[in-house]
Nanobody, 124 residues
Framework: QVQLVESGGGLVQAGGSLRLSCAASGRTFSTDGMGWFRQAPGKEREFVAGITSGGGSTYYVDSVKGRFIISRDNAKNTVYLQMNDLKPEDTAIYYC?????????????????WGQGTQVTVSS
């Protein structure tokens, strides 16, 4: 059974940075497309960023382009989300997700396994 464990969330002031990590176990991670989603209070969970299995392609939601960077280290079975210039509207629970296909997915239903989430709070 695949397990994803996120870490790196916390409280940061607007304009600050955080780096989220997502460690995978129980599966050959390197063949899976990976993504980050987030869910703010009272809102639906939304796609944030995705990366192909080899790491050669990435995709971002418009609201984070130029501020967030998704990357992965397949040797460490870990995917990262570097978040810069954080804004209060980035406050949410951030979830890591994986899909058995290597390409990027932007919809929840395209993902096969999920982490438990990590809270990111950005104060103004």
């Amino acid at each position: 059974q695949v397990q994803l464990v996120e870490s790196g969330g916390g409280l940061v002031q607007a304009g600050g940075s955080l780096r989220l990590s997502c460690a995978a176990s129980g599966r050959t991670f390197s063949t899976d497309g990976m993504g980050w989603f987030r869910q703010a209070p009272g809102k639906e969970r939304e796609f944030v960023a995705g990366i192909t299995s080899g790491g050669g392609s990435t995709y971002y939601v418009d609201s984070v382009k130029g501020r967030f960077i998704i990357s992965r280290d397949n040797a460490k079975n870990t995917v990262y989300l570097q978040m810069n210039d954080l804004k209060p509207e980035d406050t949410a629970i951030y979830y890591c997700a994986g899909r058995y296909r290597g390409r990027i997915g932007i919809m929840e239903r395209e993902y096969d396994y999920w982490g438990q989430g990590t809270q990111v709070t950005v104060s103004s």
